[in-house]
């Protein structure tokens, strides 16, 4: 299974205009930079079977660019997603539902998506890792456990991608 982690882009500022916090949008510049993030990330010749996301607006924005660019309407909306979700949630819920499937975009949050990442990686959830709105990461994994089941293929960065997309290498 390849599971790729997407942050979501950049969205407006917290504020007394955005409570709850989950209906924060993202900003039109990150909406901008999302779809050169994706068309990036199509350049890569990723395939996506499945794209889960949170179901945070800023998120949800960003699984709907990049199933736009990618012409997929697999989107599926998760709350163990959320900035707070436990890695054990999406892991176990991947394993019941999706474990079938090839290649899964999860969309999500900070600390959220690295604390995962770190787990799959070592087991633990703090290793350093630095993932950018609009940061993308592929994992390649034999098994979905929790604890250390994956190898990092690649971590990269909306400004690779966003070359990436102008044909920029």
């Known amino acids: 299974m390849n599971l790729f982690l997407l942050r979501h882009a950049k969205a407006c500022a917290r504020g007394p205009k955005w409570r709850p916090d989950d209906t924060r949008p993202l900003t039109r510049d990150g909406e901008k930079?999302?779809?050169?993030?994706a068309r990036g990330i199509q350049s890569l010749?990723?395939?996506i079977d499945l794209i889960m996301t949170s179901p945070y607006l800023r998120a949800f924005r960003t699984a709907e660019i990049l199933g736009e660019v990618f012409e997929s309407k697999k989107l599926f909306e998760t709350r163990n997603l959320i900035a707070?979700?436990?890695?054990?949630?999406?892991i176990d819920e991947i394993n019941e539902n999706f474990s079938e499937l090839a290649d899964i975009v999860l969309v999500g949050h900070e600390p959220f998506m690295t604390?995962?990442?770190?787990?799959?990686?070592?087991?633990?959830?703090?290793?350093?890792?630095?993932l950018r709105k609009g940061g993308f990461c592929k994992l390649s994994i034999k098994k979905l456990t929790f604890g250390p089941c994956a190898c990092l293929e690649w971590l990269m960065t909306p400004r690779q991608l966003a070359r990436l997309a102008r044909g920029k290498h």
Do not use: Y
């Open 33 to 37: 930079r999302m779809f050169n993030v």
């Open 45 to 47: 010749d990723v395939s």
């Open 84 to 90: 707070e979700g436990e890695p054990k949630g999406v």
């Open 115 to 130: 604390r995962l990442i770190s787990v799959l990686l070592s087991g633990r959830e703090d290793l350093s890792i630095e």
